[in-house]
């Protein structure tokens, strides 16, 4: 009776240290679950950003210049991403902003730019109230022609044909997102599965002292799972809904970048799509 109090004092001990090992592990995969929801929430941003610039570019009329010949080939510089059209935007305005008379040359350095903030800000605090107001005004309206330049810039340099593969670009890194999330619940399912044979084989041999605290393993690892699964669900559906998306945007700017029109049907699935700007 001492001897088997002793093994199952022991047992409960080692079950105790597993459980502790176990909710560790929840930790990690829950957070790894979180990064993976929080990656694709910023592409989902991303997405729509480049849905609200598809709808601009395909709702305008089409110039005979941007139609493509049929024989010539697709240049590799297009498949670009979003980010350097977007860069070299902000360096044409740069340029426009720096060819105003009277406008200095700022550095472009971080540090400086830091400092020149920090500077703005203490001149601003010394300023009374009715000034500090009529200078915020003056800064809204300088961010509002600002965004109009950047505008102008990237409405010059996109076209339906440097839409599909930034298109095609998104819609390769949600099928990456998809396979993070099936691995991830491939792995948590694995672990139910493991922990259920070895209650099995526990029972077969005889051990009824480790069925118990088996169980509470198997248990909690199954509500895990519970948890897991439904995270795993709604980021798979979200995903396929985006890339269903991108397949419609992307064929209506492989038709318009070779001259066809957009029917009145395609036009209402692009309006549905694309995100509706708040005034």
Not at 135 to 147: G, P
Not at 153 to 162: E, G, K, R, Y
């Amino acid at each position: 009776m001492y001897l088997f109090s002793l093994l199952t004092l022991g047992v409960s001990g080692h079950a105790m240290h597993g459980l502790s090992q176990i909710q560790m592990q929840a930790r990690a995969d829950m957070t790894e679950i979180a990064n993976m929801e929080d990656t694709l929430a910023h592409d989902v941003a991303n997405l729509y950003m480049l849905f609200e610039r598809a709808e601009k570019i395909l709702t305008k009329p089409v110039k005979a210049s941007e139609i493509p010949k049929p024989a010539a080939a697709a240049k590799p510089a297009v498949a670009a991403a979003v980010v350097p059209v977007i860069a070299s935007a902000k360096v044409e305005e740069s340029k426009a902003e720096a060819s105003k008379p009277g406008v200095p040359v700022q550095a472009t350095a971080t540090p400086k730019m830091t400092v020149q903030a920090s500077a703005s800000e203490k001149l601003r605090a010394m300023m009374p109230p009715d000034v500090q107001e009529a200078y915020d005004h003056l800064n809204a309206s300088e961010k509002k022609e600002n965004e109009k330049k950047r505008n102008s810039v990237l409405d010059s340099i996109m076209t339906p044909a440097a839409m599909v593969p930034m298109l095609q670009s998104m819609y390769e890194k949600f099928k990456v997102d998809i396979k993070k999330a099936n691995d991830q619940e491939q792995k948590s399912k694995e672990r139910v599965d493991q922990q259920q044979k070895e209650y099995d084989e526990f029972e077969k041999e005889g051990k009824k002292y480790m069925l118990q605290q088996k169980q509470m393993v198997i248990d909690y690892y199954k509500r895990q799972r519970d948890i897991q699964h439904r995270h795993y669900h709604a980021m798979l559906k979200m995903a396929h809904a985006m890339m269903s998306r991108i397949k419609s945007v992307k064929g209506m700017c492989e038709a318009v970048s070779q001259g066809k029109k957009l029917n009145s049907k395609q036009l209402q699935e692009l309006g549905r799509i694309a995100p509706k700007e708040i005034v």
